[in-house]
C-alpha cells in the first residue's frame, strides 16, 4: 500500500526558517514524482513544486520559484519542503502526493497525483 | 500559464444528477483528472486520464472532456459526496501541474 506520511504541524514566527517531511512507503521511492500543494486558510489547490528522487530533479511553478526549496534523501524516502524565512501568508496546509506520469517519469505528457500525504498545517504569526 | 475555470459553486438535490465543469483554451487536447477534497481532509482522486476511475471509486462518478469543456458527472447524488472538486491537467508547454479553482458542491 502506498502511503505518504507527512511530520506534524508546525507553528513560526516570521522570518524563521522551517522544513517539513514527506515520508513515503509501499513503492520504489526513485521512480516517481513527488509534488508538494500549497492550500491557504479556506482557498483552492496550488501547485508548488515538484522533484524526481531518482537524481534530485526539480521543477517549481513561477509563483514559487526562490520563495521554497524542495529536497529528497533517497536513502530515507523522504522528500522535504524548507524554506529559509516565513512569511505570515506561508501559512496554510502544505500536502506532498505521489505524481503518476505517462508515458514516463522523465518525458511526462500527462501527469495525476495518485497518493496524497495527510497534509501539515503551517502556522506563522508573531 | 494554462488557465482551468470552475464555477465556484453547485447545489443538487439527493438522487440527482450534478454536473461539474472546468473550462480551458482546448482543454480537450488534454487529460483531465478530477479530485474529490471533503472538509478536513486530504483530496482524493476520482477520475483520471479524462474517463478513468481509480478502484475504490463509485461508477457514480464519471467524467468526459472535448473542446474547451471537461465535465465531472456524479449520478444518483448523495450526501457523502458534498465536497470540494477540483480539477487538473498537466501543461506540456510549460511542465507545470495545474489545477482549477475547485467548485464546493452542496448536497440540499
Known amino acids: 500500500e502506498v502511503q505518504l506520511l507527512q511530520s506534524e504541524a508546525e507553528m513560526r514566527k516570521p522570518g524563521e526558517s522551517l522544513k517539513i517531511s514527506c515520508k513515503v512507503s509501499?513503492?520504489?521511492?526513485?521512480?516517481?514524482?513527488i509534488t508538494w500543494v500549497r492550500q491557504m486558510p479556506g482557498k483552492g489547490l496550488e501547485w508548488m513544486g515538484i522533484i524526481y528522487p531518482g537524481d534530485s530533479h526539480v521543477m517549481f511553478s513561477p509563483a514559487f520559484q526562490g520563495q521554497v526549496a524542495i529536497s529528497a534523501d533517497r536513502s530515507i524516502s523522504t522528500a522535504y519542503l524548507q524554506w529559509s524565512s516565513l512569511r505570515a501568508s506561508d501559512t496554510a496546509i502544505y500536502y506532498c502526493a505521489r505524481l503518476s506520469t505517462y508515458p514516463s517519469p522523465r518525458r511526462i505528457a500527462t501527469a495525476w497525483v495518485d497518493s496524497w500525504g495527510q497534509g501539515t498545517l503551517v502556522t506563522v504569526s508573531s | 500559464s494554462f488557465v482551468l475555470t470552475q464555477p465556484p459553486s453547485l447545489s443538487v438535490a439527493p438522487g440527482k444528477t450534478a454536473r461539474v465543469t472546468c473550462g480551458g483554451d482546448d482543454v480537450g487536447s488534454k487529460t483531465v483528472q478530477w479530485y474529490q477534497q471533503r472538509p478536513g481532509q486530504a483530496p482524493v482522486l476520482v477520475i483520471y486520464y479524462d474517463t478513468d476511475r481509480p478502484s475504490g471509486i463509485p461508477e457514480r462518478f464519471s467524467g468526459s472532456n472535448s473542446g474547451n469543456t471537461a465535465t465531472l458527472t456524479i449520478s444518483r447524488v448523495e450526501a457523502d459526496d458534498e465536497a470540494d472538486y477540483y480539477c487538473q491537467v498537466w501543461d506540456t508547454t510549460t511542465d507545470h501541474l495545474v489545477f482549477g479553482g475547485g467548485t464546493k458542491l452542496t448536497v440540499l
Open positions: 509501499g513503492y520504489n521511492f526513485t521512480t516517481s514524482w
